[in-house]
């Protein structure tokens, strides 16, 4: 028997079925209404032929099983009903499979996700490939959804509760190893020892599996409750209620457990519609969308090709060239070569690469040889002995534009045959500006990271007015490979992030000032859904740092971003924030920075403020407003090249609430004319600097919105 299908090619071997799907029309394996369709009919020619003994399905698709559900379908479920019916067929092809009366395997090898996981848990057996491109979990929550094909009643049903509720919870990718650790995988070969395992697995027959009595008792009440109440606290202080996703799905699990599966099944149907149309699930389905847009994005409006790029020179090697001396080598796989003005200075940059893939090595998510074959990648050096041979140099050192020129003229000079790119990490100063003595400005560029470098997800590339597209390009080539989401922004002061954030932390300065207490003014915006208060995040980056980088914008935009009184005196009194431990907060041995320091207060001359002193409504819609206000501002004067990267860049770089979706969409939530009008009853009680953007009164007289 056998056939060809445009997605699924039906073989058999020696009585056994081998079911392949390759979508020639998508990068990835997806799943969608068409292909489950296509799907229902090969597998019904398996069902009906009683010679058969066994099913194998895998994939041919490099490095993807099945990726998931194909996001795009689910935008087009635009009622309950149709959410339920499209949850309902996925559940129906899953039993479908797991009612077969021969043995079935599914054969994994790459991306195993979501809806690919739960088409493989109807299998009765599933063997994965050990290659490091295989990543099985369920990352639904990540979308504001939880796994409609059956996953919460499945997943609980095969591995313990506990593990069950942390893949779904989180929505972390496992590979195989850990995968058949956690109970989703029976066996983990070679990628070319796939078939032969299946059909070694298909001669032993269908499994008997047991689970252990302690597996019993956690599923069972009063266990099982207790187990879901203790993940429910936990969700709730990760979320701070602003995601319905994470208890919804212990919600679902919980009644599953206390049920049949088809019941469990249902009630995971109406779940999973309940979710997807909520506004969190479609805004974070929107930013899947724009994230997965700028991986294909060069960076440029040109045909300009990146350079290649095989080493790495990094001056600096404090916190932030370290972070990029690590991304650089182990995730991009470049050598880097790092200086420093002392051996002491590069002892501690290669010191903190190693503490890193030491952690890693720990964890076992690399092996021995790799821990060396990564150290090997980074050198130093306290000259510039051996960056004549660098593709590109990033500089990270202090935010002074004297020292920024002089390390351009040092690579100038380099006796190179290579045209070595200059890439500054200034978060404020102007590209430009670095590049002003230079004598080739065109191979200037901005690479802004955001700090520690090897957590945060972002990279601002920012393009000088005479920056290369070909630089431009492989800067946002660089930044992709080292694991970032990049945006590219035009020069400016502050560029977007940094000039967005400014106006942000200073208004919340000025509330202080007035008397509203700052665990007040913290606890408002965290409520909003900033992972951190600004004051404390201003202790967290550099007060010292901060008050620099406002003076730059205040000497661009005048009365925009004014100075304000108090951070002179908080600086005055030898406060830098966290790095010193003294700052807004108290880092004592007690505190750890849990508490507000009291004694600023005195510091700014301000009467101990009383708890209370303002809504926290209107703190929050003070301080958001200015940071909303100004992204609009960057979009019209052309710093952001659209909407969406300062969505993403707001998101990824700043902590803007994701479940938002960022400032623009968010704008376009509340409504521009609200905005408007907001920002001109602040400007009649506050001054001038929330006067409203040119474009944000444009566009509320216009009655439009961003991303029309």
């Known amino acids: 028997m056998g056939g060809k299908m445009s997605v699924f090619t039906l073989q058999t071997q020696d009585g056994v079925a081998i079911i392949t799907m390759n979508d020639p029309s998508q990068a990835q394996n997806v799943l969608n209404q068409d292909i489950q369709a296509e799907f229902e009919q090969v597998f019904n020619s398996v069902a009906a032929d009683d010679s058969l003994t066994g099913l194998v399905f895998t994939s041919s698709k490099e490095n993807c099983f099945i990726a998931g559900a194909d996001i795009s379908m689910l935008q087009s479920l635009t009622s309950k009903e149709q959410s339920v019916a499209a949850s309902k067929s996925l559940h129906a092809l899953v039993q479908n499979i797991a009612d077969l009366k021969i043995t079935t395997v599914a054969a994994i090898d790459g991306t195993c996700l979501g809806g690919g996981l739960e088409l493989a848990l109807g299998f009765d057996?599933?063997?994965?490939?050990?290659?490091?491109s295989t990543k099985i979990g369920v990352p639904e929550v990540q979308l504001g959804l939880l796994p409609g094909g059956g996953g919460t009643q499945r997943i609980p049903r095969l591995v313990s509760l506990p593990t069950a509720l942390?893949?779904?919870?989180s929505g972390k990718q496992l590979n195989a190893i850990r995968a058949k650790k956690a109970g989703l995988i029976d066996a983990v070969v070679p990628t070319n020892a796939l078939l032969n395992t299946a059909l070694k697995l298909i001669a032993k027959g269908k499994p008997q599996r047991k689970q252990s009595a302690k597996d019993r008792l956690l599923k069972a009440n009063p266990m099982r409750a207790l187990v879901i109440s203790q993940a429910r606290k936990k969700a709730l202080a990760m979320t701070k209620g602003k995601y319905p996703a994470p208890l919804k799905i212990l919600d679902v699990v919980d009644h599953g457990l206390g049920t049949t599966l088809q019941q469990g099944l249902d009630y995971e149907a109406k779940a999973f519609s309940d979710l997807l149309m909520t506004a969190e699930s479609k805004q974070l389905v929107n930013l899947f969308f724009a994230s997965t847009e700028l991986k294909k994005d060069s960076g440029v409006d040109s045909d300009a090709s990146a350079y290649d790029i095989s080493k790495v020179g990094v001056l600096?090697?404090?916190?932030?060239?370290?972070?990029?001396?690590?991304?650089?080598?182990?995730k991009a796989g470049k050598q880097v070569r790092i200086k420093d003005i002392s051996n002491e200075g590069v002892a501690n940059g290669i010191k903190y690469v190693g503490r890193i893939f030491d952690k890693k090595l720990k964890r076992r998510h690399i092996k021995p040889h790799e821990h060396l074959a990564k150290m090997s990648r980074v050198t130093g050096s306290t000259t510039y002995q051996g960056f004549n041979h660098c593709d590109i140099v990033v500089e990270a050192v202090f935010e002074d534009l004297d020292l920024k020129q002089k390390m351009v003229a040092d690579i100038e000079a380099l006796n190179s045959d290579k045209e070595i790119i200059f890439a500054t990490n200034t978060s404020a100063i102007p590209i430009d500006q670095v590049a002003a003595k230079a004598k080739h400005p065109e191979r200037i560029v901005g690479m802004h990271y955001f700090s520690p470098v090897e957590k945060m997800p972002l990279l601002e590339v920012v393009r000088g007015t005479k920056t290369d597209d070909a630089v431009t390009a492989t800067a946002v080539a660089l930044g992709k490979q080292q694991g970032k989401t990049v945006i590219v922004v035009?020069?400016?002061?502050?560029?977007?992030t940094t000039r967005v954030l400014v106006p942000y932390s200073m208004e919340a300065t000025r509330l202080i000032l007035e008397g509203v207490a700052i665990q007040d003014i913290d606890a408002a915006l965290e409520s909003f859904g900033m992972p951190v208060g600004p004051i404390k995040l201003m202790d967290e980056v550099g007060i010292d740092v901060g008050a620099h980088i406002v003076e730059t914008l205040n000497n661009a935009f005048g009365d925009r971003i004014p100075l304000i009184e108090g951070v002179d005196k908080v600086l005055a009194d030898d406060r830098k924030g966290k790095k010193n431990k003294r700052g807004f907060y108290d880092y004592s041995a007690k505190s750890k920075g849990k508490q507000v320091d009291a004694s600023i207060y005195q510091v700014l001359g301000v009467a101990q403020p009383q708890e209370n002193a303002q809504s926290a409504e209107k703190i929050i819609q003070r301080v958001t407003l200015t940071m909303l206000n100004e992204a609009a501002y960057c979009l019209h004067e052309d710093i952001l090249r659209s909407a969406k990267d300062g969505d993403i860049g707001a998101i990824f770089g700043l902590g803007f609430p994701?479940?938002?979706?960022?400032?623009?969409r968010y704008m376009n939530s509340v409504g521009i004319k609200v905005i408007v009008e907001q920002l001109e009853a602040l400007k009649a009680e506050h001054g001038e600097r929330f006067t409203p953007a040119p474009n944000l009164v444009k566009m509320a007289a216009d009655d439009i919105?961003?991303?029309?």
């Open 166 to 169: 942390d893949l779904m919870l």
């Open 658 to 664: 994701p479940f938002l979706g960022g400032p623009f």
């Open 125 to 132: 057996y599933r063997v994965a490939s050990d290659h490091k």
């Open 705 to 708: 919105e961003f991303y029309a």
């Open 490 to 496: 035009n020069d400016g002061p502050g560029f977007y």
């Open 316 to 330: 600096g090697a404090g916190l932030m060239g370290a972070g990029i001396a690590y991304v650089s080598a182990d």
